[in-house]
């Protein structure tokens, strides 16, 4: 898997967030480690610098904890960066093949003491691990230092005159070849897992923008883009036990809907639907105004005087007239016994009512 992979840049941007964390306790871990080490060969007799051997030690053991140090101040400046995560991983892919050598350069050291390949072989595990690279750069680095290793052996001889030529070149190959392994499938699962995580948070999401949609569907009238019966009934129960100064409802009825529809068409009457509304939301807020029916709307209010809602429903039947429909309404308001589905009813047997009169007004025209 490399960078032709899908959002490939995305996923090593979110692998940065996991990665971070892991890597400076890592980096702290080297250093602490390093900086025992540094005070246990300075209280051997004779100290650090009695044999070129030690000495060779001390300096890699200081040399590393310079390193890490520098690479974890760098790291945190990558963070503040535009392209932190780049930053981050180029100064980390850099620190991987500084340790390489580093692993490399104490090997050989620890050679002229007989102590064999140990620390090339928990260098090379923990890259193997560790590493972030692409696994071909990675496998890279690891032919590098097999090649360097066993090139450079026979100049550090072991004490006791052993030649461990062929054992090492056979060790250090198996264990080059299975990091290259390790190091690949690691890499392999750690991109796949964060496409499985990112693709199942994309459906996540995908899913909660759809379940919003239909959830604002349920409750809004797809015509006017009032609220519908659905939220009408809601905002009823919600009123049952309100404690509010005052409640009114104001029941529109609008006036010659069928009669528009078969003789101008549906369009018309959708736009004498659309009009009312609009006027409507004009005196009262959207989440006051509700399309229950074809030609029906209620307007649910508290806490506003009589001579407020008086005027605003003046205000409304006016406006629709200057647009030439007509609208019949019934109004009800009160500030005692707040039983809201009596409310509603006595505004609405006012609306009929004024609906009864317009009809026999029609009548009388015709």
């Not at 015509?223 to 129960?237: D, E, F, H, I, M």
């Amino acid at each position: 898997m490399g960078s032709g992979t899908r959002d490939f840049d995305e996923i090593i941007a979110s692998l940065h967030v996991s990665v971070a964390g892991r890597n400076f306790y890592f980096h702290l871990f080297i250093i602490i480690y390093e900086l025992i080490m540094l005070i246990c060969i300075s209280l051997r007799p004779g100290g650090p610098f009695v044999k070129p051997r030690r000495t060779a030690y001390f300096l890699l053991y200081l040399v590393l904890i310079l390193a890490t140090a520098c690479v974890m101040a760098g790291q945190a400046w990558a963070g503040r960066e535009k392209d932190s995560h780049r930053c981050y991983f180029r100064i980390e892919h850099g620190y991987m093949v500084f340790f390489s050598f580093w692993g490399l350069a104490v090997t050989l050291n620890d050679q002229l003491g007989g102590n064999g390949l140990t620390v090339y072989n928990y260098v090379i595990l923990i890259m193997a691990i560790m590493s972030m690279m692409k696994p071909w750069k990675t496998a890279l680095l690891f032919l590098v230092n097999f090649l360097l290793l066993n090139l450079l052996l026979p100049y550090f001889p072991n004490p006791a005159g052993l030649n461990h030529g062929y054992n090492n070149l056979m060790n250090s190959l198996f264990l080059s070849l299975a990091a290259i392994v390790i190091n690949t499938s690691l890499y392999n699962s750690r991109i796949q897992a964060k496409m499985d995580e990112m693709t199942i948070n994309r459906q996540y999401r995908q899913i909660e923008a759809a379940n919003k949609i239909l959830s604002k569907e349920a409750l809004l009238d797809a015509l006017t883009g009032l609220q519908n019966r659905n939220s009408y009934t809601k905002a009823v129960q919600a009123l049952v036990d309100t404690e509010a100064a005052s409640l009114t409802c104001i029941y529109v009825d609008v006036n010659g809907l069928h009669e528009l529809n078969n003789h101008l068409g549906h369009e018309a009457g959708d736009t004498m639907l659309k009009t009312v509304a609009g006027i409507l939301l004009r005196h009262f807020r959207p989440d006051e105004v509700f399309r229950i029916g074809g030609d029906e709307f209620v307007v649910l209010c508290k806490n506003i005087t009589y001579h407020e809602a008086v005027r605003r429903t003046k205000d409304v039947c006016r406006e629709a007239g200057e647009a030439e429909y007509s609208l019949s309404v019934g109004l009800d308001w009160r500030e005692s016994d707040l039983d809201i589905n009596e409310i509603i009813q006595t505004a609405e047997a006012d609306m009929q009512k004024n609906k009864e009169e317009w009809l026999c007004k029609i009548n009388r025209i015709i």
